[in-house]
């Protein structure tokens, strides 16, 4: 089956994932590589216009990934995770969405500089 998107993991996701337990870290993987293939809304779901999650569901906890689309290349689609958490209220908090809005207004302007700067 084809992939839906690639996906790239900003530092905060990687320290997210490197501080939780080996089976937490492999579910949470493991959901994001179905979520690949697969149109799936209990795995990956639009939260605002810009944000979207990774959901993961594992011994008792709610584990999140926050991500946006990266669609600027005609080639790619990209998916780019901000950050995780571990859930502990029905809504995801705002300050981590907002969060997430800064690292993508972040990511983008990186990659207009990196871009400009290559020329």
Same mark, same amino acid.
């Given at each position: 089956?084809? @992939?839906?998107?690639?996906?790239? $993991?900003?530092?905060?996701?990687? =320290? $997210?994932?490197?501080?939780? *337990? *080996?089976? &937490?870290? %492999?579910?949470?993987?493991?959901?994001?590589?179905?979520?690949?293939?697969?149109?799936? /809304?209990?795995?990956?779901?639009?939260?605002? %216009?810009?944000?979207?999650?990774?959901?993961?569901? $594992?011994?008792?906890?709610?584990?999140?990934?926050? *991500?946006?689309?990266?669609?600027?290349? %005609?080639?790619?689609?990209?998916?780019? =995770?901000?950050?995780?958490?571990?859930?502990?209220?029905? @809504?995801? /908090?705002?300050? %981590?969405? &907002? @969060? *997430?809005? &800064?690292?993508?207004?972040?990511? $983008?302007?990186?990659?207009?500089? &990196?871009?400009? =700067? =290559?020329?």
């Amino acid at each position: 089956m084809d @992939k839906r998107f690639e996906i790239l $993991f900003l530092e905060e996701a990687v =320290s $997210f994932l490197e501080k939780i *337990a *080996a089976n &937490q870290r %492999e579910k949470i993987l493991y959901n994001i590589r179905k979520a690949q293939v697969a149109k799936d /809304p209990e795995l990956f779901k639009k939260l605002t %216009e810009e944000i979207w999650e990774f959901r993961t569901h $594992f011994m008792g906890l709610q584990y999140r990934m926050l *991500a946006f689309w990266d669609k600027t290349t %005609e080639s790619d689609t990209l998916v780019v =995770s901000t950050h995780g958490f571990i859930k502990k209220q029905d @809504k995801v /908090p705002g300050k %981590e969405v &907002q @969060k *997430a809005k &800064q690292m993508r207004t972040i990511y $983008f302007k990186d990659k207009e500089t &990196q871009k400009k =700067s =290559s020329k």
